[in-house]
Structure formats: structure tokens, C-alpha cells
């Protein structure tokens, strides 16, 4: 957050303080989805653009992988990770239409693009 306090090109962020209602595919309810930050800076050519933006560890931007189940009952693991998965892409989904009807763009941030290996140093 430092580094978008001292940044020249950064006009204004904030934290956690829009709210997007998703429908989760998990319980089919409206939820409420509060991206980790709104952005607005000026681009390379001097053009101001508006960012929401998702910080989440790679491994949970990825969908998990299929479960060979012959005759096996999927481990708990693999069925956290499907529920993760899904909710993630409900919210996703959501914040893109979100973005679009206000011509912002919507970018999610793992450690691979903050620089950080897994354990965050």
C-alpha cells in the first residue's frame, strides 16, 4: 500500500470500499463481493484509467484440477478447492460486468505479479 501512496502516477485508491453483489453458485444466494482495491492513476501516455483489483495467491486463480474418482470419494481438499474455485469465479464474472459498465478494468494479482514468492517474502 506504500508503494501506492508514493507512486507519482496514482491519483487516488482505496481499500475493500466497493461493494459487488454476486450470486454464489455454492448456495445460489446474493452475496457481497469487496475487491481489495480501487486504483485510479495515469497511464504511460498520460491517460487516466480506473483499476479494481484482486490479490490472490496463484494456486486459487487456477481451476483446480480434475479428480480421478474411480470408485474413490473426492478428498475434502479437492472439494474446498472446487467451492473456492467457483465462488472466486462468481466474483470475478461479477466485478468484470461491474468494470465494463463504468469502462474501468478489473486485474487480478497474485505474488507472481507483486513480485513475492508463496510465503510473501
Not at 500500500?1 to 454464489?24: A, Q
Not at 492513476?41 to 479494481?52: A, C, F, Q, Y
Not at 459498465?101 to 513480485?115: A, P, Q, S, Y
Request: glycine content about 4%; charged content about 35%; hydrophobic content about 35%.
Amino acid at each position: 500500500m506504500m508503494h501506492l501512496d508514493e507512486h507519482p502516477d496514482v491519483l487516488e485508491w482505496s481499500s475493500e470500499e466497493i461493494i459487488i453483489p454476486y450470486r454464489s453458485p455454492i448456495d445460489r444466494k446474493l452475496h457481497r463481493y469487496f475487491p481489495d482495491f480501487f486504483v485510479k492513476k495515469r497511464d504511460k501516455n498520460g491517460v487516466v484509467e480506473s483499476l479494481l483489483i484482486e490479490v490472490k495467491p496463484y494456486a486459487q486463480t487456477r481451476q483446480p484440477t480434475l479428480m480421478e474418482t474411480r470408485n474413490q470419494k473426492p478428498t475434502r481438499r479437492y472439494v474446498k478447492e472446487v467451492m473456492t474455485w467457483g465462488i472466486n469465479s462468481a466474483k470475478w464474472k461479477a466485478a468484470e460486468e461491474y468494470c465494463k459498465d463504468r469502462k474501468w478494468k478489473f486485474v487480478i494479482m497474485t505474488e507472481k505479479e507483486l513480485g513475492i514468492n508463496a510465503n510473501g517474502f
